[in-house]
Nanobody, 115 residues
């Protein structure tokens, strides 16, 4: 069993920054791929950023150049640095990690960007 604990969400003004963290614990040797998703009210959950075990990354077009996903393998933690935040970035953000043949979801953390 793997547990994910997310942190770092909150309220920020447009143009500000936040860093989300997703710490994995439990029956884990190493995280394979990982990603951050978000879901705004009335919208489907969408992929924001992903990172492979080798460190390759990809981003949604809407966040390219503003968000950076990274990982600390020693800490089994995945991060999402969010800069130049916009009101349209407001959503619940979820981390997803793949461990072995299974993937796991965090509980979600609210990010609210005021204009």
């Amino acid at each position: 069993q793997v547990q994910l604990v997310e942190s770092g969400g909150g309220l920020v003004q447009a143009g500000g920054s936040l860093r989300l963290s997703c710490a994995a614990s439990g029956s884990i040797f190493s995280i394979n791929a990982a990603g951050w998703y978000r879901q705004a009210p009335g919208k489907q959950r969408e992929l924001v950023a992903a990172i492979t075990s080798g460190g390759s990354t990809n981003y949604a077009d809407s966040v390219k150049g503003r968000f950076t996903i990274s990982r600390d393998n020693a800490k089994n933690t995945v991060y999402l640095q969010m800069n130049s935040l916009k009101p349209e970035d407001t959503a619940v953000y979820y981390c997803n990690v793949v461990v072995g043949d299974y993937d796991y979801w965090g509980q979600g953390t609210q990010v609210t960007v005021s204009s």
